[in-house]
């Protein structure tokens, strides 16, 4: 019998290696992330979460609401970033980029058609925050010299504060999955969505890229885009999705 968990683990892993290997991600690593990025990025995903979060909130099935976890909702951390960097007029200053519309209208029609889906967004993106996003919130503290407690929200989970209680609840969320009780075909399902979560994620990073190289200038720059073409031809598209 699959293993939702692991399946989700394994299924994804080769998106989970294109993502990490996005210009975007590698500039973000090797500390060559701007405010004025980071901040573009906050929002785009404040976009997101919002949109995931309150369809997680409202899903007409039994599974999604078992994997829902309101402690893990980013939206309100997001605010506080986007207040940090735009200031308090912050609302009036973003909007979502294409890339992310099309994230948003998938989280829209999967909600609407599909709920089950959902647990691939949720798992893409809190799986991710709660292990990877760690290390990138130190990266942004030291490269952006950001005040103590100021602009990292986004990486902060109150209810989760050491490393050993996001460890305990990535255990409890995996847990969880395995417990819901899901056919093959559904795991097959999830699995794939989650595959396509990545490349919505790619994508979105992907649309902040042309920021990047006038900041990074070309040279930095080549070098990350021949690493990074493969990725680009390997995504699904989801740019294909009508808005
Ligand atoms: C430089 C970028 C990244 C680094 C260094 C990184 C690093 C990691 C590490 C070390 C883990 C394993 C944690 C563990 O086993 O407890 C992990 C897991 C994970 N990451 Fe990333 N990550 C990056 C980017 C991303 C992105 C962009 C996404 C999605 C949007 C993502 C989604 C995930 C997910 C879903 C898991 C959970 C895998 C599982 O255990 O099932 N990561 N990441």
Known sequence: ????????????????????????MKC????????RLFRQFLANLYFVY???EAALASANSD??????????NRSGQLAQDLAFYYGED????????????????RLHDVAQSEPL???AHSYTRYMGDLSGGQALSKIVHSQLMLPEGKGTA????????????????KQRYRATLDSLGLDEEAIARIVQEANFAFALNC??????????????????WQSMVIENQPSRRQHPRPEAIAI
């Open 28 to 35: 973000f690593v090797r500390g060559l992330i701007t405010s």
């Open 90 to 105: 912050w609302r009036d200053q973003v909007t979502p980029l294409t890339a992310t519309r099309v994230y948003l209208s």
């Open 117 to 119: 889906l959902l647990i």
């Open 203 to 220: 994508n979105l990073m992907h649309a902040l890229e042309s920021e990047l190289k006038t900041t990074i200038g070309d040279q930095v």
């Open 63 to 72: 599974a999604v609401r078992a994997i829902y976890f309101p402690e893990l």
């Open 154 to 169: 986004f990486y902060e989970f109150p209810a989760l504060p050491t490393p050993e209680d996001k460890k305990a609840f």
């Open 1 to 24: 019998m699959t293993v939702l968990s692991l399946a989700l683990r394994e299924g994804t892993a080769e998106a989970h290696t294109l993502a990490e290997h996005t210009a975007f």
């Open 50 to 52: 919002t949109d995931l």
